[in-house]
């Protein structure tokens, strides 16, 4: 049994300092994929620390498989770790890199040897077996890493940010390797420490997104948990809205008018939009902040299209696929963003019109809490 149950965790690293880790509620099940991700400093590698061991828990239960850890020493545990930095031994081969751990705790050759072999066809590395590290790239020592931690057949697979180290094309090569090691090895649990959203939402079953700062002190650690797609189809805060999604969530004051039959209508920068949300706790005149992402927004037909108001273009980057549009409304409301496919004839210093349909926009109230949609939305 893999499942990890984390029943109010805490962390203070001082008697008087404020904490790192306050009120962490969690349950991974057995061969989930679980991504820690949020902002520096949210404490996400401080709770995979003590998953493993490395890390003392101030307060609350840390389980794995239902036995409570917290006092187990980390060679107990069920876990294997890996780190930012490859850690290998430079004088041992990939094959030895990959049995020491099992030659320490007292394994015989025959088995380290058909577990390292069974290790190395996972991640493609029989060829490299006999290599010293200084011959093999980055992305090749990484999986030697990897490969370290699968010959233990631990419960539980724990990695601390394994690809930041790694160039871009290496990352999505080793991402894919990853994704494909879930897949094969599906009865153990994996905890994923990142801060590249892309990776929490392309290897993720559940993201759990951190706070950082003053509001873990108020409102606890964790800001939402959930499938990559309710994290960015359903944020419940504009703490979440605007840090998943690539580019970001657009964000614009607004004032809020009325409420019918599960939509909103609110005014933002003089122009009338209705929003697909319950709103009925809401009062006429109450301030709101209307969400829209770069890739939900098109050009309008027209001037009188609904849903729509006026931009002016003051820069654009072309990317090739696609092509991201800086936009201004007003010189008094914030910078945003349209995501347009392609390549545009659309030149910087020109006024468009942007249109974006109810069931395509979030609202949040005063306090930064996302009103319900009343769409059906991807799962």
Do not use: W
Not at 337 to 347: A, N, P, Q, V, Y
């Amino acid at each position: 049994m893999s499942r990890i149950d984390f029943n109010n965790v805490c962390k203070r690293y001082a008697p008087n300092a404020p904490l790192t880790i306050n009120n962490a509620n969690l349950t991974i099940e057995n061969g989930e994929f679980c991504v820690f991700v949020g902002p520096s400093g949210c404490g996400k590698s401080t709770l995979l620390r003590m998953v493993a061991g490395l890390e003392d828990i101030s307060s609350g239960d840390v389980s794995i498989g239902g036995e409570r850890v917290n006092d187990l020493p980390p060679a107990r545990r069920g876990v294997a770790m890996v780190f930012q930095s490859y850690a290998l031994y430079p004088h041992m081969t990939v094959r030895e890199n990959m049995g020491f751990g099992l030659k320490v705790f007292g394994s015989n050759a025959a088995e380290i040897d058909k577990k390292v072999r069974a290790a190395a066809d996972i991640l493609q590395l029989t060829p490299l077996l006999d290599r010293l590290p200084k011959a093999l790239s980055g992305g090749q020592r990484q999986r030697v890493a990897i490969g370290r931690a699968i010959v233990k057949e631990p419960r539980v697979f724990l990695f601390d940010e394994p690809l930041s180290n790694l160039d871009a094309a290496l990352r999505v090569q080793t991402r894919l390797e990853i994704a494909k090691l879930h897949h094969d090895i599906g009865t153990a649990s994996m905890i994923y420490v990142t801060h590249d959203q892309v990776e929490a939402m392309t290897l993720a079953d559940k993201i759990v997104l951190l706070r950082a700062g003053e509001d873990v002190q108020k409102k606890g650690s964790i800001a939402q948990i959930g499938t990559p797609m309710d994290l960015y189809h359903r944020p419940n805060s504009l703490f979440v809205a605007e840090f998943i999604g690539s580019p970001k969530m657009n964000i614009l004051p607004a004032t809020f008018e009325s409420a019918s039959h599960g939509s909103a209508q609110i005014r933002v920068a003089g122009h009338r939009f209705d929003v697909a949300v319950n709103a009925d706790q809401l009062k006429a005149g109450q301030a709101a902040t209307m969400g829209l992402r770069p890739e939900h927004m098109r050009l309008a037909d027209s001037d009188h299209s609904p849903n729509s108001l006026p931009a002016r273009v003051v820069h654009i980057e072309k990317l090739g696929e696609a092509s991201l549009l800086y936009l201004e409304i007003t010189p008094d409301t914030p910078t945003i963003t349209l995501k347009l496919e392609g390549t545009t004839g659309i030149r910087t210093g020109e006024n468009i019109r942007l249109q974006v349909d109810a069931a395509d926009l979030h609202l949040f109230d005063d306090q930064g809490e996302a009103l319900t949609r009343t769409v059906s939305l991807p799962v």
